[in-house]
């Protein structure tokens, strides 16, 4: 389960990157040289993308949260390393203790 979670986290994460990327820059920092005038209606197609980002974005960290609780629901179950290794290594001389 959680790492089928992983992966659609990674595959939200590509799609969210190239929506951020196809959006209109207003700056001109990274504007992919492609022409504004060339679409029927730039403003639509801001709108568009501007709320398929917002809902990607959101599905994004949905996600996360829900690998972030099923990955603590897994820790809480286990114990520290080094009870785990006191009670395996139980046979091995101990260390003695200084006074």
């Given at each position: 389960?959680?790492?089928?979670?992983?992966?659609?986290?990674?595959?939200?994460?590509?799609?969210?990157?190239?929506?951020?990327?196809?959006?209109?820059?207003?700056?001109?920092?990274?504007?992919?040289?492609v022409?504004?005038?060339?679409?029927?209606?730039?403003?639509?197609?801001?709108?568009?993308?501007?709320?398929?980002?917002?809902?990607?974005?959101?599905?994004?960290i949905?996600?996360?949260?829900?690998?972030?609780?099923?990955?603590?629901?897994?820790?809480?179950?286990?114990q520290?390393?080094?009870?785990k290794?006191?009670?395996?290594?139980?046979?091995l001389p101990?260390?003695?203790?200084?006074?």
């Amino acid at each position: 389960m959680e790492s089928l979670l992983i992966t659609i986290n990674i595959i939200l994460a590509i799609v969210l990157v190239i929506a951020v990327l196809l959006q209109r820059s207003e700056g001109g920092a990274l504007g992919l040289g492609v022409s504004q005038d060339n679409f029927t209606s730039t403003r639509s197609i801001g709108t568009f993308l501007t709320k398929f980002t917002s809902v990607i974005a959101t599905l994004f960290i949905i996600c996360s949260v829900i690998i972030v609780a099923i990955s603590r629901d897994e820790l809480r179950e286990t114990q520290s390393v080094l009870e785990k290794q006191e009670e395996e290594d139980s046979s091995l001389p101990q260390i003695p203790q200084s006074k």
